[in-house]
């Protein structure tokens, strides 16, 4: 189990940029991938992408491309979202999750252990 806790979001204006981050206190993220996540009210949680644990793979939906960016810091357990141009449908509550990785490369595709969430909301 890996207990993630994320930090970031808030409000912000369409065309902006925000980084949500998500850590693992005093425990390290080698052997999980982590994904990101949001979720709209009365709507399914919807995948965005994912890293490897070691930081150098990546996959996202087609749809986050462009625009959504995950990195890792594994000196500080931490990866992180960098969000640009940012759209009024952006708006929703986002969470990171790991997923036990089979590799160093590998970006997972399931996930066990979950954040608390964040709400970000983007003004028009």
């Known amino acids: 189990q890996v207990h993630l806790v994320q930090s970031g979001g808030g409000l912000v204006q369409a065309g902006g940029s925000l980084t949500l981050s998500c850590a693992a206190p005093g425990r390290s993220f080698s052997t999980y991938g982590l994904g990101w996540f949001r979720q709209y009210p009365g709507k399914e949680r919807e995948f965005l992408g994912a890293i490897s644990w070691s930081g150098s793979s990546t996959y996202y939906v087609e749809s986050m491309k462009g625009r959504f960016t995950i990195s890792r810091d594994t000196a500080n357990n931490a990866v992180y979202l960098q969000m640009n141009s940012l759209k009024p449908e952006d708006t929703a509550v986002y969470y990171c999750?790991?997923?036990?990785?089979?590799?160093?490369?590998?970006?997972?595709?399931?996930?066990?252990?979950w954040g608390q969430g964040t709400q970000v909301t983007v003004s028009s």
């Open positions: 999750a790991a997923g036990p990785a089979v590799s160093s490369d590998y970006v997972p595709r399931t996930f066990d252990n």
